[in-house]
Antibody
Framework: QITLKESGPTLVKPTQTLTLTCTLSGFSVSRSGVGVGWIRQPPRKALEWLGI???????RYNPSLKSRLTITMDTSKNQVVLTMTNMDPVDTATYFCAHSAYYGSGSFENWGQGTQVTVSS | DIVMTQTPLSSPVTLGQPASISCRSS???????????LSWLQQRPGQPPRLLIY???NRFSGVPDRFSGSGAGTDFTLKISRVEAEDVGVYYCMQSTQFPQTFGQGTRVEIK
C-alpha cells in the first residue's frame, strides 16, 4: 500500500524558510518511473503545482516560484524534502506531496493528507 | 504555461441525475510520445485530491464506472452518469503533458 505523509512546521514567520518533508511508504523514491510532486492549496482556492522530483533526480519547478524552491530526495530515508525561501503571508496554504507514475498514468496517483502552513508574524 | 479552464464552476445536481464538467486547455495536450496527459481529480470536503481519470478516459484503480472521461486535443469532459451523495466535492482537471503541470480552477458539485 502506497502512502505519503507530509511533516513540518505549521507556522512560519515572513521572510523565513519553510522546510517540509514527505515520507514515503510502499514504494521507493529511487525506483524507476517514480516521481514525487508538491502541490499547494490556499484556503478555499484551487490547487497549484509547485514542482516534482523524479527517480533519476530530474527536477522541475513552477517558474513562478523557481527562485524560491528546492526539492531534494533522501533515498536512505525514502523521503522527499521541499524548501521554500522568503515565505510571505500569501504562501499560507495546505501543502500536499503526491506520487506520480511516470511510465503509467503520468498523473498523481496517491496523495498525502496535506499539511497546513500559516505564514504570519 | 498551459491554462486550464473549467466550466461550469458550480454544478447543482439532483441525486441520481447525470453531471458533466468541461475542461479546455489553452494549447493541445498531445505529448510527443502520442499520449494526452489529461487527468481528472476529485476533492471531497476536508480531503486531499483523489485521481479519478488519467490520459483522458482511463479510470484509476477503484473508481466507480459511473465516472467517465472523454475528449481530445484541447477539449475534455468528465461525466458522472448518476450522481450519488458521496460525489459531492470539487473536481479538477489537470494537465501533465508540459511543465509546469497545471490545474483547472475547480468545479464544485453539490446536491440540489
Amino acid at each position: 500500500q502506497i502512502t505519503l505523509k507530509e511533516s513540518g512546521p505549521t507556522l512560519v514567520k515572513p521572510t523565513q524558510t519553510l522546510t517540509l518533508t514527505c515520507t514515503l511508504s510502499g514504494f521507493s523514491v529511487s525506483r524507476s518511473g517514480v516521481g514525487v510532486g508538491w502541490i499547494r492549496q490556499p484556503p478555499r482556492k484551487a490547487l497549484e503545482w509547485l514542482g516534482i522530483i523524479y527517480w533519476d533526480d530530474d527536477k522541475r519547478y513552477n517558474p513562478s516560484l523557481k527562485s524560491r524552491l528546492t526539492i531534494t530526495m533522501d533515498t536512505s530515508k525514502n523521503q522527499v524534502v521541499l524548501t521554500m525561501t522568503n515565505m510571505d503571508p500569501v504562501d499560507t496554504a495546505t501543502y500536499f506531496c503526491a506520487h506520480s507514475a511516470y511510465y503509467g498514468s503520468g498523473s498523481f496517483e496517491n496523495w498525502g493528507q496535506g499539511t497546513q502552513v500559516t505564514v504570519s508574524s | 504555461d498551459i491554462v486550464m479552464t473549467q466550466t461550469p464552476l458550480s454544478s447543482p445536481v439532483t441525486l441520481g441525475q447525470p453531471a458533466s464538467i468541461s475542461c479546455r486547455s489553452s494549447q493541445s495536450l498531445v505529448h510527443g510520445d502520442g499520449n494526452t496527459y489529461l487527468s481528472w481529480l476529485q476533492q471531497r470536503p476536508g480531503q486531499p485530491p483523489r485521481l479519478l481519470i488519467y490520459k483522458i478516459s482511463n479510470r484509476f484503480s477503484g473508481v466507480p464506472d459511473r465516472f467517465s472521461g472523454s475528449g481530445a486535443g484541447t477539449d475534455f469532459t468528465l461525466k458522472i452518469s448518476r450522481v450519488e451523495a458521496e460525489d459531492v466535492g470539487v473536481y479538477y482537471c489537470m494537465q501533465s503533458t508540459q511543465f509546469p503541470q497545471t490545474f483547472g480552477q475547480g468545479t464544485r458539485v453539490e446536491i440540489k
